[in-house]
């Protein structure tokens, strides 16, 4: 069903028909109702349309929808169609938020018009709304996980709801799908962000090693322990752990990683002594745990410790939108750091880097953008051929004249922030063309929203 842009609610049978005809005709996306209890359920928060509905209804009359719509949003316009009795109430409807009021019976030109504008100032409203959530995301310290694409919508979503509590969580994805920058969000975007982020990497640790830094150990507990160091685990008290390539851990460190999660006490080498820890736990791979639990390579009674809220981290080839914005993200800070002018890809560049296939997911897209800034266009058409991948490949007109056309939409979409009727005015087209190479490239307006 396309979304309406009217929601049309009047007990005569004989109206409705004509008045979906008459906006059809305009290009006025409407749904029509016989009462307002069934319009209620298409009206939503970020709902893009209106509510044009007669004022004189059994049940539910217009002043009672017009009170539920503002209960939902009080930004919603509601136009209230009214008989020459009803003139005196349908002004003091609008007293109490009503957008305006048309007579019947109503001039055809004078209602669209009186659409048009009301259809004007929602746009106007959401966006300004948009904007502002925009702007106080963008005004909190610390990372932030940027991408519109459905892919990263998905993972937003799953992690919005946990984001005040302290579940463990599993993140699950390849390698530069960024496990890291996930991780960093989710602990500044929790209560316990005034306390420390403790990051290591399972692999990267000597297997000798790695039980003193995570646990820690008193002075003279083994050679070379000349004095008394926190390990990991108790420098992130009240704070995050996030361990990077768990199933890497040794198999005994693990059976010591799951008392510390079932007792909330780490005791470190040398010592007697348990000292209670408040630690979140924030684990990565790039491997399938649960294969590696079932065939005995990882602790099973461990996985399922960490993996209370398991996130699935999309590689960058199945969110080619967020390509454009992540390139301009990383290409302003490389130039913030090396003093450098970062002069934005034409969408020819765009769309060669929405064709790649990223086997180094978003650290090749950023290490790209670095070596753009550095070098200027020829860092897209040489260097590491390991990581350009088919960057620098041929193409077919065909394949050239695509790709254009969808990062030209992608990009007025995103400017747009999914608003069908900007991006029409941008590119030039009439709103069916627009649906028809949406469909043509899988594009939903939906992703582009903030």
């Keep these: 069903m396309t979304i309406p842009s009217v929601i049309f609610v ?16 305009e290009d006025i996306p409407v749904a029509c109702f016989a009462d307002g209890a069934s319009a209620l359920k298409l009206v ?84 300004n709304r948009r904007l502002k959530a925009q702007l106080r995301q963008l005004a909190k310290p610390g990372p932030r996980v940027l991408g519109d694409s459905p892919a990263m919508q998905a993972v937003m979503s799953t992690i919005g709801p946990i ?25 500044e975007s929790s209560p316990r962000s005034a306390h420390n982020f403790v990051a ?31 390990g990991k685990i108790e420098h992130a008290h009240r704070g995050t752990l996030f361990l990077d390539e768990v199933e890497s851990m040794p198999m005994a460190l693990q059976v010591k990683l799951l008392r510390v999660l079932e007792e909330l006490r780490v005791e470190r080498l040398g010592s007697n002594q348990s000292i209670d820890v408040d630690v979140r736990i924030i684990a990565a791979t790039k491997a399938d745990l649960k294969q590696l639990s079932d065939e005995g390579e990882f602790r099973s009674d461990l996985y399922y410790r960490l993996n209370v809220v ?32 970062s002069v934005p890809l034409d969408a020819r560049q765009a769309a060669r880097l929405m064709q790649h296939s990223w086997p180094g997911n978003v650290r090749e897209l950023r290490n790209l953008a670095e070596r753009y800034v550095l070098l200027g266009p020829a860092a897209l058409d040489g260097g590491d051929s390991s990581e350009q991948g088919n960057l620098s490949g041929r193409q077919t007109l065909s394949e050239m004249m695509d790709g254009f056309e969808r990062t030209a939409i992608v990009s ?10 900007d991006t029409m005015l941008q590119l030039g087209i009439a709103r069916k063309t627009l649906y028809d190479k949406m469909k043509k490239h899988g594009l939903d ?6």
Aim: proline residues 5%; negative net charge.
């Design 445 to 450: 307006k939906a992703q582009f929203k903030d």
């Design 10 to 25: 009047d007990d005569d049978p004989d109206i409705r028909p004509v008045m979906e005809q008459t906006l059809t005709l």
């Design 310 to 341: 398991k996130v699935d981290i999309p590689p960058l080839r199945e969110r080619k939108e967020d390509i454009p914005t992540l390139f301009h993200h990383f290409a302003l800070i490389a130039a913030a750091r090396y003093d450098r002018e």
């Design 163 to 187: 984001l005040d509590i302290s579940a463990n969580v599993l993140l699950h994805g390849e390698t530069g799908s960024g496990k890291d920058a996930l991780a960093r969000y989710i602990h």
């Design 200 to 230: 290591i990497n399972c692999g990267a640790v000597p297997e000798n090693l790695i039980e003193s830094e995570l646990f820690g150990h008193e002075a003279g507990a083994f050679t070379g322990a000349e004095k008394r160091r926190i």
């Design 44 to 127: 939503q928060p970020e709902f893009e349309g209106i509510v044009l509905c007669d004022y004189n209804m059994p049940g539910m009359d217009g002043m009672q929808l017009l009170h539920e719509v503002r209960k939902v949003d009080e930004d919603i316009p509601v136009i209230l169609l009214t008989g020459q009795g009803d003139i005196s109430t349908a002004v003091s409807a609008m007293q109490q938020g009503a957008y305006d009021f048309i007579e019947k019976p109503f001039d055809h030109d004078e209602l669209i018009e009186l659409l048009r504008h009301a259809l004007e100032k929602r746009h106007l409203a959401l966006e």
């Design 412 to 421: 007025a979409l995103n400017a747009s922030h999914g608003s069908i009727k």
